[in-house]
Structure formats: C-alpha cells, structure tokens
C-alpha cells in the first residue's frame, strides 16, 4: 500500500538559513509526487510536482525538490527561508499505475521561521 | 491551474444538524475529491465525486453521513449530516483535470466547528 512519512512535525529555521523537509514515501512502481503548502487559515497550494525525468524540480517560491530513488525520497529544499515561507508542508504521493486520482499525504511539517 | 470557491467558508453548528458544503470551479475537470482536515491533521480522502453518479467513498466512509452531489462538470457538494463535535474539521475540494498526473488542485476549505 501507498504511504508517505514526514518524520519532522515542527521545524524552527531562522530567517536566511537553508530548509530542508523530509519525505519519504512507500510505492511499488514510480509514484508521483508533490508538495503542497497551507498558510494558516488556507487551502492548499501545490509547490512542485514530479512525474519523471530530470529528478530535480523546481517549484514555486524558490523551492525545488529531489526525488530519490534509491532512497524513497522526495525532500524539499529552499535555499533561504523568508518569514512568508512559516506554513504547513504536505507531502503527497499519487499512483502512476491508476487512474483513480487519488493522491495519500504525509502528516505535515509544521515550519516555523525565527527573525 | 483551476480557480475554485467554496462556500461557506466557515461556520459553527449544532449538534444533530446537517451543512451542506459547495465546491465550484472555474472550467471543466474530470474528477473533483472532498478531503476532511482535522484539528493539526493531515488530509485525509473522504470520496470522490462522479458526475451523474454515486460518489465513490474510502473506507470508513459512509453515505449515509456524507451524501455527495456532482451534478455537473464544475460543481460538487458535500453535506455533513446528523453533526456531532467530532465533525468539526476543515473540508476541503479539489479538482483533477484530464491527464494531469493526478495533479489536484485545491479549494480554500470550509472550516466547521460543531458544539
């Protein structure tokens, strides 16, 4: 069965420094995977999304993120945290293999960001 | 992407009474999802929405509890029924177009407390 894992609940960054969230998904085939964000009070907004090819994705917002297979990975990156970035991060992963559309989230990383 | 709206965007309720929940979009797609959010929680599917049809419900969803209307390609709703305090949540919608690698796109939510 499909399952993704965030293994940070709360990450606190200072303004400036480099992010790195964590996901780590289970999926017999390669899956689809993406990473949404909620600002308190929001719905989702789709950061990056990879399919296939170039392993390596930019998204919105200066974030991109690195799909590793080998590791089962899916972690997003961003260079410098701005204070607009403070948010809830959601992994989720999709089935290649089905139609369904149905994408599992991960339990979210809270990001917290000191001045 | 999709433009999609939501009404209500909140609202506080009864116990033992019913909210219905209407999803919008933009232009056509060919899949629209409801997602319940509970207080610090993930996502997590409640159903899919087929147009001129029963909706397809997850396990440990009923429709009983959460009727789901789609009666055309840009619009959906969802009804909470006979509501109790452990309702209350954020629902969300999203919308999946043809051929998108199951790519969805979000509502602003509807924020429900239920006393």
């Known amino acids: 069965a499909q399952s993704v894992t965030q293994p940070d609940i709360h990450i606190t960054v200072s303004e400036g420094a480099s992010l790195e969230l964590r996901c780590n998904y289970s999926?017999?085939?390669?899956?689809?995977l993406f990473w949404y964000v909620q600002s308190p009070g929001q719905g989702l907004q789709l950061l990056l999304k990879y399919f296939s090819g170039d392993t390596l994705v930019q998204g919105i917002k200066g974030f991109e993120a690195e799909f590793k297979r080998s590791q089962s990975s899916f972690n997003l990156r961003k260079p410098s945290v701005h204070w607009s970035d403070a948010a809830e991060y959601f992994c989720a992963v999709g089935a290649s293999s089905s139609n369904t559309g149905k994408l599992i989230f991960g339990q979210g990383t809270t990001l917290q960001v000191k001045p | 992407s999709a433009v999609i709206s939501q009404k209500p965007s909140r609202d506080i309720c009864q116990r033992g009474t019913s909210l219905t929940i209407q999803c919008q979009v933009d232009?056509?797609?060919?899949?629209m999802f409801w997602y319940r959010q509970q207080p610090g929680q993930s996502l997590t599917l409640i159903a899919t929405a087929n147009q001129g049809s029963e909706a397809t419900y997850e396990s440990g969803f009923v429709i009983d509890k959460f009727p789901i209307s789609r009666p055309n390609l840009t619009f959906s709703t969802l009804t909470v029924s006979n509501m109790s305090p452990e309702d209350s949540s954020i629902y969300l919608c999203?919308?999946?177009?043809?051929?998108?690698?199951?790519?969805?796109?979000f509502g602003p939510g509807t924020r429900l407390t239920v006393l």
């Open positions: 232009s056509q797609v060919t899949m």
């Open positions: 999203s919308v999946k177009r043809v051929a998108s690698y199951n790519e969805q796109f």
């Open positions: 999926y017999g085939a390669t899956p689809y």
